[in-house]
């Protein structure tokens, strides 16, 4: 019993370490990439014959170094986590994690910088699993334990969100509880999440949802029991609203899953390989650039313009179609980038579509649309990652809104048998059997 409570002990520091570490590299991740995201729209603003040349060497450039860094280190390759699943499993092996972390870093930063769509969220966990696979290698202590430790704090640093990082280790990648992955995974994920707060600020990564709080119709506005406080207004109605959200983003969410798979058989097929697997998706970030720039880059700010900017309805088609197809077109190839933040888009996407619909039709008022958004991100993760109590937590945490569990978990839940009944895989275990 001592050895147990001592070599927890030992987990606990050993998750401290793992938190801070972790908790640095994602900080830096994140304000570069979010200094691209500023810096971006700038640039193709107003281009000239010189800026469009110079665009061009810049991305093929960035194609060529892409190739080469996933040519010198296969890990590089994609969002890291399906590997990190494989490592759990006993079917794969993390080697050099420093130079995977150095590498990926800067690929990472040229790819997604210059407009790719991809998320930064998977390449966080990855980035945390290095460093508890690092750490593991110098204490001796089970490598799955800190691995798992790390791999929560990458998602708790890149979102704020330290509940999310131990559920999705949890739920998604180790699926299975001990006290000790709690007590290390715990310990990382707040840590990491702290660290960055100090440069940040308690500041999840959908802004505007924090700034300005959700606009709920008043049949919600019931203080300690949520909808169904008000059984006698309409319930049924409210509760159909919401089922309704989540087969539809279920059904979506599992087209999306498919076809995201489908993306990387067609490059294989067609035998792209090499400089030319990146240089569509980069060539195409210069008319995008142009036209619809709002596509480019992770998403986030993209949910936030699509609260603040009130999008009509064919321009929110448009971006749902643009963001949907051009991940589809990036994430085929490869590239070092997740699919977190592009999904939460793409999902927050089609909560606004469901609510224009709705609106149209006189189910429900405007002032639905912004909760629609919201819980469209939770059952859209739900059904693509199959991870709904996850999803529920994360938009939680991302959004600052804690007083909607039980509507969340509606939406996330009929999300996740909307897809599990159209045949809809969780996309990081499809990706592990696919490799």
């Given at each position: ?163 999310a990082g131990v559920i ?59 909808i169904f406080a008000e ?28 076809t995201m798979l489908i ?173």
């Open positions: 019993m001592a050895n147990r409570r001592f070599y927890r002990l030992r987990l606990f520091f050993e998750g401290l370490l793992i938190g801070i570490f972790t908790g640095v590299i994602v900080t830096a991740l994140r304000i570069l990439l979010d200094a691209a995201d500023i810096l971006r729209p700038l640039w193709f603003h107003n281009l000239s014959a010189e800026k469009i040349f110079l665009t061009l060497i810049t991305l093929i450039f960035v194609a060529i170094f892409l190739a080469h860094a996933i040519a010198f280190d296969k890990q590089v390759a994609g969002s890291g986590i399906p590997q990190i699943k494989g490592m759990l499993q006993g079917a794969a092996t993390m080697y050099k994690p420093l130079r995977l972390i150095f590498i990926k870093f800067a690929t990472v930063i040229l790819g997604i910088g210059a407009g790719l769509s991809l998320g930064r969220a998977g390449i966080a966990v990855q980035f945390g699993a290095c460093v508890g696979n690092f750490f593991s290698k110098k204490s001796h202590i089970e490598g799955d334990i800190l691995l798992t430790a790390g791999a929560g704090a990458g998602l708790a640093a890149v979102f704020n969100a330290p509940l999705f280790c949890i739920e998604e990648l180790h699926k299975k509880f001990s006290p000790e992955i709690l007590v290390a995974t715990l310990t990382a994920s707040i840590t990491a999440s702290a660290v960055t707060e100090l440069i940040f600020g308690v500041r999840p990564i959908f802004e505007t949802i924090t700034a300005q709080p959700l606009t709920v119709p008043e049949i919600l506005k019931v203080p300690t029991l949520g059984m006698s207004a309409a319930p049924l109605k409210i509760f159909f609203y919401f089922v309704l959200l989540g087969i539809f983003l279920g059904i979506l969410g599992a087209m999306f899953t498919r993306s990387l058989d067609v490059y294989d097929k067609l035998k792209i390989f090499g400089v030319k697997r990146f240089l569509l998706p980069l060539l195409l970030i210069l008319p995008l650039g142009v036209m619809l720039p709002q596509i480019l880059g992770c998403g986030n700010v993209l949910v936030d313009d699509l609260l603040n900017a009130q999008f009509n309805s064919s321009m929110t088609i448009i971006l749902f179609l643009g963001k949907w197809l051009f991940t589809l077109i990036c994430f085929g190839t490869g590239a070092a980038g997740g699919v977190f933040l592009p999904l939460l888009t793409v999902g927050a996407l089609g909560g606004k579509i469901f609510a224009d619909i709705g609106a149209s039709l006189g189910f429900f008022s405007a002032e639905w649309t912004t909760l629609l958004i919201v819980f469209g991100m939770a059952a859209f993760f739900a059904a693509v990652v199959k991870a709904p109590v996850t999803g529920c937590l994360l938009i939680m945490e991302t959004t600052g809104q804690f007083s909607y569990l039980l509507t969340l978990t509606i939406v996330s839940g009929a999300a996740f048998m909307a897809a599990d009944i159209c045949g809809g895989k969780p996309i990081f275990s499809a990706l592990l059997n696919r490799k």
